[in-house]
């Protein structure tokens, strides 16, 4: 199983990234995916879960109305739209299989991550 995740950066309060995370070595169309954020030195934080077809999508507080989680299953592709970030949204940003409940369950290893930087 693998993860990679990409399309972090340095962007300036209110302003937008989209993150991309390509997976293999599982079957990817019929998981759930999250997006799980890391603050250097804190917890892992949920941001957002989404069905194996993209019929279910589901958002911590944090991320509703300004992140969009979405997927392209025949990429093996998960996809995570932010807009208006936070100087508080600056993290190191991983997909993960698995929703909101279960994907710390997964022996899954973790991918290297995107780092977002949010500031003026």
């Known amino acids: 199983v693998n993860f990679v995740e990409s399309g972090g950066g340095l962007v300036q309060p209110g302003g937008s990234l989209r993150l991309c995370c390509t997976t293999?070595?599982?079957?990817?169309?019929?998981?759930?995916m999250s997006w799980v954020r890391q603050p250097q030195g804190k917890e892992p934080e949920w941001l957002s879960s989404m069905g194996p077809n993209g019929e279910r999508t589901f958002y911590a507080d944090v991320a509703k109305g300004r992140f969009t989680i979405s997927r392209d299953n025949a990429k093996n592709t998960l996809y995570l739209d932010m807009n208006g970030l936070k100087p508080e949204d600056t993290a190191l940003y991983h997909c993960k299989r698995g929703d909101q409940r279960t994907y710390f369950l997964y022996s899954d290893p973790w991918g290297q991550g995107t780092q977002v930087t949010v500031s003026p």
């Open positions: 293999s070595g599982f079957t990817f169309g019929v998981s759930y």
